[in-house]
């Protein structure tokens, strides 16, 4: 059923893919075929078991390596999961979830449930980050709240010094200092 139409979704993603990256028709056309003829190929007889679970078992290693496990790796480095959903994090871990029931009451497929344990596993590990992430957020915000009545009282006394000061003739600029706009004014960037 949801292979289907995850395989519906993939073919749209293909097309929408070749129309908007101005790919030459004759390469478009060349991967449509090698598509089709690798889809059919797999859903047929012709197509071993063993290759079969050598897919789905690449499949593992490859949402691991290339979505989760660099993401983690990006958060630990920042310190932070910059702004990563804590809700599309929950929404993960609880497909995971009930993947991980279906699996173990509807077909026992110890590769299925390893998929869909390390899965869970790196999708908690995300959900934990953004969750620090989102209390880290709310701490510095009311430490702010608390703090921010001492900035408005500055920036009140910038523009009532900044209002004090004769406005100069409409129109006229200062010109920038020669030094400045050079670069020679004895500081490097």
């Known amino acids: 059923g949801e292979v289907v139409a995850c ?3 993939d073919i749209v993603l293909i097309a929408l893919i070749f129309r908007f990256s101005n790919t030459k028709k004759w390469i478009t056309a060349a991967v449509s075929v090698a598509v ?3 889809c059919v190929w797999l859903l047929s007889p012709y197509c071993s078991h063993s290759v079969l679970v ?5 499949n593992i ?3 691991a390596l290339g979505s989760r496990l660099p993401q983690i790796i990006l958060n630990m480095r920042r310190g932070n999961a910059g ?3 804590v809700t599309t994090c929950l929404l993960n871990v609880a497909g995971n979830a009930a993947r991980i029931f279906t699996t173990i009451v509807l077909t026992g497929d110890m590769l299925m449930l390893g998929g869909f344990l390390s899965q869970g596993t790196l999708n908690s590990i995300l959900l934990y980050q953004s969750l620090t992430t989102a209390k880290q957020q ?3 915000a009311a430490a702010d709240g608390t703090a921010a009545a001492e900035p ?3 920036a009140d006394a910038t523009a009532a010094a900044a209002a004090a000061q004769p406005a100069s003739p409409a129109g006229a600029r200062k010109a920038p200092d020669a030094a400045a706009v050079s670069g020679l004014d004895g500081y490097s960037s």
Request: charged letters at 5%; zero cysteines.
């Open 61 to 63: 290693v490859t949402m």
């Open 7 to 9: 395989w519906a979704q």
């Open 54 to 58: 050598a897919l789905q078992a690449s």
């Open 36 to 38: 089709t003829l690798s």
């Open 152 to 154: 408005a009282a500055a």
């Open 138 to 140: 709310r701490t510095t």
């Open 83 to 85: 702004v990563l959903s």
